[in-house]
């Protein structure tokens, strides 16, 4: 009978950059939003201060995640680099070298050896790029990618608490930006922990609760500082 395991740790490294930037989205522009309105400022002013934090928020994400993952690039290579170097000088210190991590591994030595030369065998700078170094030699790093990816995410997160402000103009905005955005992440924790696989209350939860905290401290700021138009 055959059995297999459906693993989710492969979806983590897109599922963090896709979740990281529409939380910044919602939360930013929320909260900016909220921050303004409660200064008294005219819709006019609240919906240009939203659309700036959003062409800002996005830049800088798209920004930082390129510089981010671009300097991780940077360092994979080196060490490609380093550990090709070091497969041409002597080649038999780094077969010992990678069998000392299998029997680290719980392997028998001589085992432990044997596998050393035969995944060496067949390509040396991966075995040691994979077992030594903990990378691949095709490189994970894809610096426009994540660039593209974060700016879009925080784009649609920050397009929502926008939308809510300029359907919902009044008295009433910043609780209603406040309700839908809450609901926005819970909606988001919730959809990131089922794909992830852990707790879908944990998950939405945790994220509201920050959201909640980070909209009442700029609310607290825009009313300490606010002015009478």
Do not use: C
């Not at 929502?160 to 309700?179: C, E, R, T």
């Not at 959809?191 to 607290?220: C, D, E, K, N, Q």
């Amino acid at each position: 009978m055959s059995h297999s395991e459906a693993h989710r740790s492969h979806r983590s490294g897109w599922l963090r950059a896709a979740v990281l930037g529409a939380n910044d989205g919602i939360v930013s522009t929320a909260s900016l939003i909220i921050g303004v309105a409660a200064a008294s400022t005219s819709q006019e002013g609240i919906l240009l201060a939203g659309v700036a934090g959003l062409v800002a928020g996005a830049m800088s994400m798209a920004a930082g995640e390129y510089v981010s993952v671009s300097s991780q690039s940077d360092t994979e290579k080196a060490d490609l680099a380093m550990e090709k170097r070091s497969l041409e000088q002597d080649v038999e210190f780094e077969q010992a070298e990678l069998a000392s991590i299998y029997e680290g591994r719980g392997l028998e030595p001589t085992l432990a050896r044997q596998v050393a030369e035969q995944l060496m065998a067949h390509d040396a700078l991966d075995a040691h790029a994979r077992d030594e170094i903990g990378i691949s030699v095709t490189g994970n790093a894809r610096p426009v990618q994540a660039a593209f990816a974060s700016a879009a995410t925080f784009t649609i997160g920050a397009a929502l608490p926008l939308l809510v402000a300029w359907s919902l103009p009044g008295d009433q905005l910043i609780l209603f930006v406040a309700l839908f955005s809450l609901l926005f992440l819970a909606l988001l924790g919730g959809i990131a922990a089922r794909v992830g696989g852990a707790s879908i209350t944990v998950g939405a939860v945790r994220v509201t609760f920050w959201g909640a905290l980070a909209m009442a401290l700029t609310a607290g700021v825009g009313r300490l500082f606010g002015v009478d138009l």
